[in-house]
């Protein structure tokens, strides 16, 4: 990691993104007291994860991204073991209605499938945690149970909990996220609200139909910085989409070729991380 410095403000979700080796489970394993740094500070609610970690556990939750939970134990039992780690009374029994576990208590854990998040995240915040930590929270899940867990951290927030998670699903950071640190390379590339970032990376593009429109020809275009084209749907990156909407629509004419569906079009989370990686050089 290099220098990366950053606040998380309370009550707020934000999210750590970046591609694998970008350096995002170091950095939160450090917040959590798992790592230790090499040099500078870290603080969390006002306690040095390092020394006062005993401490630290008390008012912090983490949902690994892989719990070792015992394949045998039944969900209930697993509540009842977490439970007993904390001296005061904890939230069983509302977890378990907000996270539709009911029907679940007397299945193994190997027998959970799709639901073993919702344990994991039933376990992470047994305690009512002031931070709550979710490393790659959706993980896995189909579109539907990711969908639903989504909606879970949002009531989480609700409940006045700060959470702090990493992803790769670009998506799920622009739904859930109030802000979003970018880290490449073991730096802070950008820390911003995701429309903000959007707005100041200027991450749009032009779109539109064609089934006789040449690659090599748009991409000569004036401004043209990427083409994506999939089905004879174009998507055209450019520095200066006014200029290059006027190229598109005078080559088109010029060689009479005929374009459907021109649209401007607002980037996503996806389409900024997309443009780091190659600006990075990297792979995801």
Known sequence: ???????????????????????????????????KPDEGSIDVLGLDPSSQLRELNTRIGVQFQAT?????????????????????????????????LKEKLS????????WKQRVTLALATLHQPVILFLDEPSMGLDPHARREMWSMIKLL???????????????????????VAMIYGGQLKALDTPRNLLDEMAV???????????YDSLLSLPGVVRIENENEVFKVYSETLQETSYHIFKYCHDKEIPIENFKFEKGTIDDLFVHYLEKEGQTA
């Open 1 to 35: 990691m290099r220098n990366i410095s950053f606040t998380v403000k309370k009550g707020e979700i934000f999210g750590i993104i970046g591609p694998n080796g970008a350096g995002k489970t170091t950095t939160i394993e450090m917040l959590e007291g798992i790592r």
């Open 68 to 100: 070792s939970i015992q394949k045998k134990m039944k969900v209930e039992e697993a509540l009842d073991l977490f439970s007993s780690f904390y001296q005061t009374n904890t939230q069983k029994d509302y977890l378990i209605d907000l996270l539709g």
């Open 107 to 114: 299945v193994r854990f190997e027998d959970l499938s799709g």
């Open 157 to 179: 927030k609700e409940q006045g909990s700060t959470i702090v998670l990493t992803t790769h699903y670009m998506e799920e950071a622009e739904r859930l996220c109030d802000r």
């Open 204 to 214: 749009n593009y032009l779109s539109f139909q064609s089934n006789k429109m040449g």
